[in-house]
């Protein structure tokens, strides 16, 4: 059954996969950018060939009133949202003392209050249906933190907790919420790694290679379709970190 499909930051890596696998399971995409408005045509444009229509929606939803637009533009349309998915996210490396106040609150922002309030502006809807799924993108760093990416590692480990918080408080109405601790992904994140740091990640994976962002999409696919998981972090990662 087609459903009705809000991803943030869905114009790059790992989103931009989602959109286009589940678009072409045949549900309804609003595709979120902030910045990439060029990449984020260039998605629309490409699955257009494949004869498969997407919406694609511009809000920087590290700010509350224009969550709420892509949330209103999504019910004007549709009259529903069956999933969210929580994707958008940044990251600035470096050592944890040198990360200044207004990097700080940009990271949070984007990664961790993006998903707080897009989630307060989708739920209420929602609760009504007595449905829905919720799919936040966390991070493997999130659960077992980063060197020289600690307020990034905070944010992924605040999103496994309104995971994990929230599966509990909207389970009795319905609404699944899990989510995703990708390992290390094909991404423009490691897009600064040499072919060196590459091989020396890969020798610490167990399956000896980099995920793809396809494998996050299958994820996200299977846990669209499943019925009976919620508040769990499933951390697609080669065998990179066994708990």
């Not at 589940?22 to 060939?49: D, P, R, V, W």
């Not at 739920?123 to 990034?152: D, F, H, T």
């Not at 990708?182 to 994976?205: V, Y």
Request: proline share 2%; hydrophobic share 35%.
């Amino acid at each position: 059954m087609s459903k009705v499909i809000i991803i943030t930051g869905a114009s790059r890596g790992i989103g931009r996969e989602i959109a286009k696998y589940l678009a072409n399971q045949g549900h309804k995409i609003i595709a979120n950018y902030n910045k990439s408005e060029e990449k984020a045509k260039e998605l629309q444009e490409e699955l257009k060939t494949e004869n498969i229509e997407i919406d694609i929606f511009k809000a920087d939803v590290s700010k509350r009133e224009e969550c709420k637009k892509l949330v209103e533009y999504t019910i004007n349309k549709y009259q529903k949202i069956d999933v969210l998915i929580n994707n958008a996210g940044i990251s600035i490396w470096g050592p944890f003392t040198d990360i200044k106040d207004e990097e700080i609150k940009t990271i949070i922002d984007v990664n961790l209050y993006s998903a707080i309030a897009m989630t307060q502006e989708t739920v209420k809807y929602m609760i009504q249906e007595k449905s829905g799924c919720i799919i936040n993108i966390s991070s493997i760093w999130g659960l077992v933190g980063a060197s020289c990416e600690v307020v990034y590692s905070i944010t992924k480990a605040g999103i496994d907790g309104l995971t994990k918080g929230l599966a509990k408080e909207l389970g009795p109405s319905n609404i699944r919420i899990n989510s995703i601790a990708p390992g290390s992904i094909d991404t423009d994140m490691i897009s600064g790694c040499t072919k060196e740091e590459i091989k020396e990640i890969e020798a610490q994976i167990p399956l000896g290679k980099i995920g793809k962002p396809i494998d996050i999409a299958k994820t996200a696919n299977w846990l669209i379709e499943d019925e009976y998981t919620t508040g769990q972090v499933i951390s697609p990662n080669g065998g990179w970190v066994i708990t």
